[in-house]
């Protein structure tokens, strides 16, 4: 039986079943990365996967805050990537 995991959203605030939201991982090389592989670990920040939450999570630039991270092209080409998974 798979248990369901809760993690808080970014975007909206409210804790929700993981496998609904988007996950940001900062790696140990120092890149971000969506949905890593449970081998992969690292900080990670969870966001949930409508318009909404994002808009919310890009516009307080959650993952700067959220994740201390500081690489602002690595932010845009995330932020752009999230973007696309909406259109999908
Ligand atoms: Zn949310």
Do not use: W
């Not at 592989?37 to 690292?42: D, K, W």
């Not at 092209?73 to 999230?82: F, L, N, P």
């Amino acid at each position: 039986m798979n248990k369901i995991k809760y993690r808080k959203c970014q975007g909206c605030l409210e804790i929700k079943d993981r496998s609904f939201m988007i996950k940001i991982t900062k790696l140990n090389n120092g890149l971000l990365k969506i949905n890593p592989s449970s081998n992969e670990l690292g900080r990670s920040v969870y966001v949930c996967k409508n318009s909404e939450c994002i808009k919310n999570f890009i516009k307080k630039k959650k993952i700067k805050t959220a994740l201390k991270y500081s690489n602002h092209t690595e932010i845009e080409r995330i932020e752009e990537e999230i973007k696309k998974m909406l259109l999908n």
